[in-house]
């Protein structure tokens, strides 16, 4: 069903598209029998899953952690680019409005993180949290399925990278607090652009900039190491904005930053290029038309090593204009790894403590 059968108010995609899985699509056709303003309001619909793992392993080349947590299936923020969108396909779902609508949380996910790292087998490295879906999207407010992890986390003394847009983070500060005082967390917070009215027809249900910049600030005093991620870039539409970006956030508290190109893999493409022609019809021809010049006239190129950053004169200004400004902060630093060493696992009730 490509059109909803409901009023979508502050929500980033406007249709529901099949997946790329469906042998049969159906389209709805408007018969002038039913107006927009008598049909309901889109709701938000979480379902439960109860997987037999948590952990997830990787081998990407571009990222620099092997394993990560994903609390939540589809995220209620509905950024319009989120390149993890596509995964609700393989859920027989939409990538479309059903990804900020119809999410799955994994309440279960601190216990079964606590027998996965208990296992004789298990090697400490840091796990990744918030790379696919916010760990701190609006449902988390109910179901603190991240607080949970973090007590795990501190409890065997393992390391944490935690990525998001959400203020509801500054709700955790006291166990954050105490995983830094350990050397054991680091914390990403996406930054995409100073301008609250584009913010929110993007990314609709996510903290406004400045609310953002407050929370690593509170991070920062904190002694939360933070890192800005400019992240998604959109040339066109929001490159402008780099060094004002770096400096807000380097003012706030960041001490190192990084970037990352646009990226619409799969049904992202239609979907973003849908959102361009509504809310931005002036720029949509120039922007697809740059990020097409920086994958070899695609949309998007999914090659191992450029995927993220693209290529080409477009590319290497984007990039060049990053470094020059982050070194001018102080923002291009190497950020040395967190601790494994300390990694232990609790004592169970009854067991006897070492005395040493």
């Not at 889109?42 to 609390?71: G, Q």
């Not at 999207?137 to 986390?153: F, K, N, S, T, Y």
């Not at 967390?185 to 301008?195: A, E, N």
């Amino acid at each position: 069903m490509d059109r909803p059968l409901a009023r979508c108010p502050g929500r980033g995609a406007s249709s529901n598209p099949a997946n790329r899985f469906d042998r049969l699509s159906a389209e709805r056709i408007e018969d002038g029998w039913a107006p927009e303003a008598d049909l309901p309001v889109l709701r938000t619909d979480i379902r439960v899953e109860r997987p037999r793992r948590v952990i997830t392993r990787n081998a990407s080349p571009d990222v620099p952690f092997d394993r990560s947590i994903n609390p939540y299936r589809g995220c209620e923020h509905g950024c319009i680019y989120c390149f993890a969108r596509p995964g609700h396909a393989y859920l027989g779902l939409s990538p479309g409005l059903d990804f900020e609508t119809r999410l799955i949380a994994r309440p279960g996910a601190p216990e079964l993180l606590a027998r996965e790292l208990s296992a004789p087998s298990y090697r400490p490295r840091t796990i990744a949290i918030g790379t696919y879906t916010d760990p701190y999207q609006p449902v988390e407010a109910d179901h603190q399925i991240m607080r949970r992890l973090l007590e795990v986390l501190l409890e065997f003394r393992h390391p944490v990278g935690i990525v998001t847009r959400g203020t509801l983070i500054e709700r955790d500060l006291d166990l954050l607090s105490d995983l830094a005082g350990l050397g054991l967390v680091r914390v990403g917070v996406s930054l995409t652009t100073l301008d609250a009215r584009l913010a929110r027809a993007m990314e609709p249900r996510a903290p406004a900039p400045q609310r953002r910049l407050q929370t690593i600030a509170r991070l920062a005093a904190a002694g939360v190491e933070v890192r800005a991620m400019l992240a998604p870039v959109i040339l066109g539409l929001t490159d402008h904005e780099i060094e004002a970006l770096l400096a807000r956030a380097a003012e706030a508290g960041a001490i190192a930053a990084s970037w990352a190109m646009l990226r619409l893999p799969l049904e992202v493409s239609g979907l973003f290029r849908d959102w361009l022609a509504q809310h931005c019809p002036d720029r949509a021809g120039r922007v697809m038309a740059q990020l097409r010049e920086m994958h070899g006239g695609r949309d998007y190129s999914p090659d191992w090593g450029r995927r993220m950053r693209g290529e080409g004169p477009h590319a290497a200004m984007i990039a060049r204009r990053f470094r020059v400004m982050a070194a001018r902060l102080g923002l291009d630093r190497d950020l040395p790894g967190l601790r494994s060493d300390l990694f232990r696992l609790p004592p169970r009730p009854g067991q006897q403590l070492s005395l040493f």
